[in-house]
């Protein structure tokens, strides 16, 4: 067990529909971070949150979007989803700083019909 | 340049046997190399990791060798059980940057 829960764990979303994950970060992390896996891919960066703010950003639409909250909780938001969202969001804490472990959740199985 | 190449994409092992999974990085800025373990449905378990100062790392069955001039690093799985039956992805992040970027998996299955 990380520390790390992710909600809800599935759900299924209609071709452009929005939807929020939500994420509460292991105890003492201040970072988090969020990531897409596709069937039988590894993990990809979407974006990072330290402070309340965007920290980083991947190869990922602006209708990706997010937030963290002062208790280093976070949400991910994803605007007119297509068909290809269809994956396991990931999120992860960490402490700031790269080069140190992030801890991932359990995740959220989006499917977009 | 900020690709993880991970090898074989599968691999089978006799139970008993050593199940080896390597992976290469090109960015040279990278001074974090995790290894992930990830079973069916679940996310992704930190299993061990390495940075560039040491060319090996031993918990239990599990060994990372790490070969700073070539920018190759493996796993090595010790006796391998088919409990150990899982995808293993292999990671690099730098400690200026803020992402960690993960190969595309190794799917192992230890046969009984």
């Known amino acids: 067990e990380t520390g790390v829960t992710q909600s809800p764990t599935h759900l299924i979303k209609t071709r452009g529909q929005q939807v929020t994950l939500r994420c509460s970060s292991q105890s003492g992390h201040n970072t988090v971070s969020w990531y897409q896996q596709a069937l039988g891919q590894g993990p990809q960066f979407i974006f990072q949150y330290y402070r309340e703010e965007e920290n980083g950003r991947g190869n990922f639409p602006p209708r990706f979007s997010g937030l963290q909250f002062p208790n280093y909780s976070s949400e991910l938001n994803v605007n007119a989803l297509e068909l290809d969202d269809s994956a396991l969001y990931l999120c992860?804490?960490?402490?700031?700083?790269?080069?140190?472990?992030?801890?991932f959740g359990e995740g959220s199985w989006l499917t977009v019909v | 340049q900020q690709q993880v190449k991970q090898s074989p994409q599968s691999l089978i092992v006799q139970k008993g046997g050593i199940s080896i999974i390597n992976c290469a990085y090109e960015?040279?800025?990278?001074?974090?190399f995790p290894w992930y373990q990830q079973f069916p449905g679940k996310g992704p378990a930190l299993l061990i990791a390495i940075r560039p100062d040491v060319s090996e790392k031993k918990e239990g069955r599990f060994t990372i060798s790490f070969n700073k001039s070539a920018k190759q690093f493996s796993l090595h799985i010790m006796d391998s059980q088919p409990g150990d039956s899982a995808t293993y992805f292999c990671a690099a992040s730098d400690t200026g940057g803020f992402k960690t970027i993960f190969g595309a998996g190794t799917r192992l299955f230890v046969k009984a």
């Open positions: 992860a804490s960490s402490l700031q700083g790269g080069g140190n472990t992030i801890y």
């Open positions: 960015n040279t800025a990278f001074d974090y």
